[in-house]
């Protein structure tokens, strides 16, 4: 016995044909029912009874598509991954196709390719979120999140480093990035009178529970705050310290984001030192932003501009109080 696989179309054909055969309907109305000319219907029937009901399964099952790509096209697309893409997702790869290569092809058609090849695991279930997000802030400049991700940001060509991440936490915009040695109060001081000068004073700074931000065992003889603390105090701007790296889960995603795009590339790009990576990252953080920032919900910017009689070079320092016999 024969199995014979047919679409809700084939059927509904089939069934109208066998009508016409046994004389329960003319030809004419199976041509209106079916929506062909009469020489198409007496062509069916012929198949029909030549070849049964698999004469009218479709020709073309089974068979490629005529859009398809030819295998020189393919083997040339997967040849140009192996070599520059390898461990690149299948989004990016597509990009740098695109751009460097001037090859276009649909994400999905190199998404098959890739998992075809070996260089791309599908995964058909995704994990449940276990927190529930938080939403926005409405206005650009009223919250800002701010991590320190250390990573191999050079892989093998450089030393491990830190990367300081300013980001918008009502755009997801990134602000300001900054490569440094270590995550440190001084490294913090200087990225964030960089970020001043350039944006202004934001409403808050939202981190986690460093050092530099929070004095988690106080001395009797200070205030218990830190020396980065005490210069946003004397800014005006509040420091709000996260529970859980859950809660700052922006900055926490545009981490991962950040060690798998900009790590390759600062490879592609030969980059190898921190000084070469500082350089490169201003015009990285504009690509970056053109693809992922989103339109706040109030078009407001609240940063607002240095008081006369602030100054950053004598606010971002470190300030200790000492007694001279």
Same mark, same amino acid.
């Given at each position: 016995?024969?199995?014979?696989?047919?679409?809700?179309?084939?059927?509904?054909?089939?069934?109208?044909?066998?009508?016409?055969?046994?004389?329960?309907?003319?030809? *004419?109305?199976?041509?209106?029912?079916?929506?062909? +000319?009469?020489?198409?219907?007496?062509?069916?029937? *012929?198949?029909?009874?030549?070849?049964?009901?698999?004469?009218?399964?479709?020709?073309?099952?089974?068979?490629?598509?005529?859009?398809?790509?030819?295998?020189?096209?393919?083997?040339?697309?997967?040849?140009?991954?192996?070599?520059?893409?390898?461990?690149?997702?299948?989004?990016?790869?597509?990009?740098?196709?695109?751009?460097?290569?001037?090859?276009?092809?649909?994400?999905?058609?190199?998404?098959?390719?890739?998992?075809?090849?070996?260089?791309?695991?599908?995964?058909?279930?995704?994990?449940?979120?276990?927190?529930?997000?938080?939403?926005?802030?409405?206005?650009?400049?009223?919250?800002?999140?701010?991590?320190?991700?250390?990573?191999?940001?050079?892989?093998?060509?450089?030393?491990?480093?830190?990367?300081?991440?300013? /980001?918008?936490?009502?755009?997801?915009?990134?602000?300001?990035?900054?490569?440094?040695?270590?995550?440190?109060?001084?490294?913090?001081?200087?990225?964030?009178?960089?970020?001043?000068?350039?944006?202004?004073?934001?409403?808050?700074?939202?981190? *986690? +529970?460093?050092?530099?931000?929070?004095?988690?065992?106080?001395?009797?003889?200070?205030?218990?705050?830190?020396?980065?603390?005490?210069?946003?105090?004397?800014?005006?701007?509040? /420091?709000?310290?996260?529970?859980?790296?859950?809660?700052?889960?922006?900055?926490?995603?545009?981490?991962?984001?950040?060690?798998?795009?900009?790590? +390759?590339?600062?490879?592609?790009?030969?980059?190898?030192? /921190?000084?070469?990576?500082?350089?490169?990252?201003?015009?990285?953080?504009?690509?970056?932003?053109?693809?992922?920032?989103?339109?706040?919900? *109030?078009?407001?910017?609240?940063?607002?501009?240095?008081?006369?009689?602030?100054?950053?070079?004598?606010?971002?320092?470190?300030?200790?109080?000492?007694?001279?016999?």
């Amino acid at each position: 016995m024969t199995v014979l696989a047919m679409s809700h179309g084939e059927l509904s054909r089939f069934d109208t044909l066998m009508r016409v055969e046994r004389g329960e309907l003319r030809v *004419d109305d199976a041509a209106a029912l079916l929506g062909l +000319k009469r020489r198409q219907v007496f062509r069916l029937l *012929d198949r029909l009874r030549s070849e049964g009901a698999a004469g009218l399964v479709s020709r073309k099952r089974g068979r490629p598509s005529n859009r398809r790509y030819s295998d020189a096209m393919r083997e040339r697309i997967m040849a140009i991954v192996r070599e520059h893409y390898a461990d690149f997702g299948p989004t990016l790869a597509r990009e740098y196709l695109i751009e460097r290569h001037g090859i276009t092809v649909a994400c999905e058609t190199l998404r098959r390719l890739m998992i075809a090849g070996g260089l791309w695991k599908d995964r058909d279930a995704r994990r449940p979120r276990p927190y529930q997000p938080r939403y926005r802030r409405d206005c650009r400049g009223e919250l800002i999140q701010v991590d320190g991700s250390k990573h191999w940001w050079f892989e093998d060509r450089g030393p491990q480093c830190t990367l300081l991440v300013y /980001i918008d936490d009502a755009t997801s915009e990134l602000m300001h990035l900054k490569m440094v040695e270590s995550e440190s109060a001084f490294a913090y001081m200087e990225a964030t009178r960089e970020y001043i000068e350039r944006h202004g004073k934001p409403v808050a700074f939202y981190s *986690d +529970k460093h050092s530099v931000f929070r004095n988690n065992r106080a001395s009797p003889n200070g205030d218990g705050m830190t020396h980065f603390g005490r210069a946003m105090e004397a800014l005006n701007i509040e /420091i709000i310290c996260a529970n859980s790296p859950q809660a700052k889960g922006r900055v926490e995603r545009a981490n991962l984001t950040l060690q798998d795009r900009l790590v +390759k590339a600062m490879r592609l790009a030969g980059i190898a030192t /921190i000084a070469a990576a500082n350089a490169f990252l201003p015009g990285y953080l504009e690509q970056h932003n053109r693809r992922f920032a989103k339109a706040p919900f *109030d078009p407001r910017d609240l940063h607002r501009p240095l008081a006369m009689h602030e100054d950053l070079r004598t606010e971002l320092v470190w300030r200790e109080w000492r007694t001279v016999s």
